[in-house]
């Protein structure tokens, strides 16, 4: 009896396999959870692209024409330059203007809400919000707007 317990302490087979058995679910975890922080910061690239370009329509308009670009023009150019996201996971924009002191500005909100999945388990969503206020600078005001 006692020759046998020995026998099996100094034998080493299959170490490999209960070593990987233990690791080897971790990094499938660790490898998971890369891949979900990289499309997280794709969606983020994406949603500050849409914004910063709804963002500039708004605020490089033809002053010849004198006419400023309406909230929701301006809403479907945010939608038009987003890449990255899945649509549904993306609230808005929201477009509104208003004046602060004497003059006028724009606010793009953007927000992408995104549960991580991890396989074995999936956690609450995770939510991006990208605002942008952009000044325009114009002769006469078309009024205020909300877009949802």
Known sequence: ????????????????????????PLIVLLMLGILQFRILLLARSGMSHAVEAGARYATTYIYTESRVPTCTEIRDKVLTKGFGMNPGHVTGPAVRSGISHGSPYVD???TFAMPL???????EPVALRYTRRAF?????????????
């Open 117 to 123: 999945n991890f396989v074995f388990f999936q956690t």
């Open 1 to 24: 009896m006692k020759k046998t317990i020995a026998s099996l302490h100094r034998d080493c087979d299959g170490a490999s396999a209960i070593e990987f058995a233990i690791a080897g």
């Open 136 to 148: 325009q600078v114009h002769l006469q005001s078309k009024g205020s707007c909300s877009v949802n």
């Open 108 to 110: 793009i909100e953007m």
